[in-house]
C-alpha cells in the first residue's frame, strides 16, 4: 500500500497579514535612525550595501501592490511550495530593481513610511483568495503573504548580521510562518519518511527516502532552532559550518543534509 499523500499546511491569513505588517514595522522602525555612514556598511548579500538591503525589503513588501495592479490571472496554476524554488531565476531583476528603487527614492524612510501606510488599504480592498501572477505562477494573495514573512525575516536578520548592534526584533508569527514554509519545501524538495528535521518551536517534517519509523524516536534526526535553519534554506549559512559552530544537531546516516541545502540561493 502506498504511503498517504501527506496534506499541505494551511496558514490563517489573517495572523499572516498581522506578522507581515509587523515584521515590516519593526524594520522600518529600527533603519529609520541609521546614518549614512551605518547604511554605506556592506552586507552578506553580494556588492548589496546595508542602503540596497533596506531597499530590497521595500520592494519585496510592494511586490503585493505590483501584483495587484496586474489583471487577475484566470486560474491558480503553482502552489506555495512552488515559491522556494522559483526565486533563483529572479535574481538579476531583483538586482537591477532593487537599485532602481535606491535611485528613485534616496530617502528610505519616506519611502518605507508610505508603504507602511498603503499596505493595509491594499489588502483591505482585495479578499484572500484574489490572485496574483508571482514569480513562482499564479498564487492566491493569502499565500504569497506567506511567502512575505520569508522575505522580510530572512532580510531582518541580514540586516541585523550588517549593522552592529540594531537588533531588530523578529514577529514570532512571521519567524513561525517562515520556518514552517522553509521545512515543508525541504520535505517537497526530498520526499519520504527517513530522517525528521525538527526546528522547535515552530516545525517539524520528515523527508529523504528510506527506511519508515513507527513508532519511537526515528533513526535520524536533525534539530536546530529557526534563525540557523533559515541562514540554512537560504545559503547564508552552510551545512558544514552550521556543524562545526554547533548550531545543528545531526543523528544517524541520512541525517546529512548538506547535499539538499541551500533551498533557496
Not at 18 to 46: D, H, I, K, N, Y
Not at 53 to 67: D, K, P, S, Y
Not at 113 to 122: D, F, H, K, N
Not at 141 to 148: G, Q
Request: net charge negative; aromatic share 4%.
Amino acid at each position: 500500500m502506498p504511503p498517504a499523500k501527506k496534506r499541505a499546511r494551511t496558514y490563517d491569513p489573517a495572523k499572516t497579514r498581522t506578522a507581515v505588517s509587523a515584521q515590516f514595522r519593526a524594520v522600518r522602525t529600527a533603519v529609520a535612525g541609521l546614518t549614512p555612514e551605518q547604511l554605506a556598511l556592506p552586507t552578506r548579500l553580494g556588492e548589496w550595501t546595508v542602503r540596497e538591503l533596506v531597499a530590497h525589503i521595500g520592494m519585496a513588501v510592494t511586490a503585493v501592490h505590483r501584483a495587484l495592479d496586474l489583471p487577475e490571472p484566470a486560474r491558480q496554476d503553482a502552489v506555495l511550495l512552488d515559491w522556494p524554488f522559483a526565486t533563483v531565476a529572479s535574481a538579476p531583476a531583483i538586482d537591477d530593481f532593487t537599485r532602481d528603487v535606491v535611485e528613485r527614492h534616496p530617502d528610505l524612510d519616506a519611502y518605507l513610511a508610505g508603504i507602511e501606510r498603503s499596505l493595509p488599504e491594499l489588502l483591505d480592498a482585495h479578499p484572500a483568495g484574489r490572485l496574483l501572477q508571482t514569480n513562482a505562477g499564479a498564487l492566491p494573495l493569502a499565500d504569497y503573504l506567506v511567502t512575505r514573512t520569508v522575505e522580510l525575516t530572512v532580510h531582518t536578520d541580514d540586516l541585523n548580521a550588517a549593522v552592529p548592534g540594531l537588533d531588530v526584533p523578529f514577529d514570532r508569527q512571521a519567524l513561525a510562518a517562515a520556518t514552517r514554509l522553509l521545512a515543508d519545501a525541504l520535505a517537497a524538495k526530498a520526499p519520504g519518511s527517513a530522517t525528521e528535521v525538527r526546528v522547535p518551536p515552530y516545525a517539524v517534517v520528515q523527508c529523504v527516502e528510506g527506511p519508515r519509523h513507527t513508532r519511537g524516536t526515528p533513526p535520524n534526526v536533525v534539530e536546530t532552532d529557526p534563525l540557523t535553519w533559515l541562514r540554512l534554506a537560504t545559503g547564508r549559512l552552510t551545512w558544514g559550518e552550521a556543524r562545526a559552530e554547533a548550531k545543528v544537531s545531526a543523528s544517524g546516516e541520512r541525517a546529512d543534509l548538506g547535499a539538499l541545502l541551500p533551498l533557496m540561493s
